[in-house]
């Protein structure tokens, strides 16, 4: 059985409309633009990945780019 993606973490900016996105597997999504009102709905959801998949993944408003916090941890060195 596969393990569950869970949403760990999430970041968003108000002014630039990026929203990042991080799961427990390491990957990472950052998504934009994202109206402030979809990130309000997004922390009142009680399962944040299942609202990702739904609300951001398909739609054609929102560019996405995977990106990994192995990556990320190696630039911040």
Same mark, same amino acid.
């Given at each position: ?14 002014? *630039?409309?990026?929203?990042?996105? =991080? ?8 998504? &934009?633009?994202?109206?402030?009102? $979809? ?5 009142? *959801?009680?399962?944040?990945?299942? =609202? ?8 054609? &408003?929102?560019?996405?780019?995977? $990106? ?10």
């Amino acid at each position: 059985m596969d393990k569950a993606v869970v949403v760990t973490s999430w970041k968003y900016d108000v002014s *630039s409309r990026y929203l990042k996105i =991080f799961y427990n597997n390491g990957s990472g999504e950052l998504y &934009h633009p994202v109206p402030e009102f $979809i990130y309000d709905n997004l922390l009142r *959801s009680t399962d944040k990945a299942a =609202f990702v998949h739904k609300y951001l993944e398909f739609d054609l &408003h929102f560019k996405r780019l995977c $990106i990994s916090t192995t990556q990320q941890k190696t630039a911040l060195l």
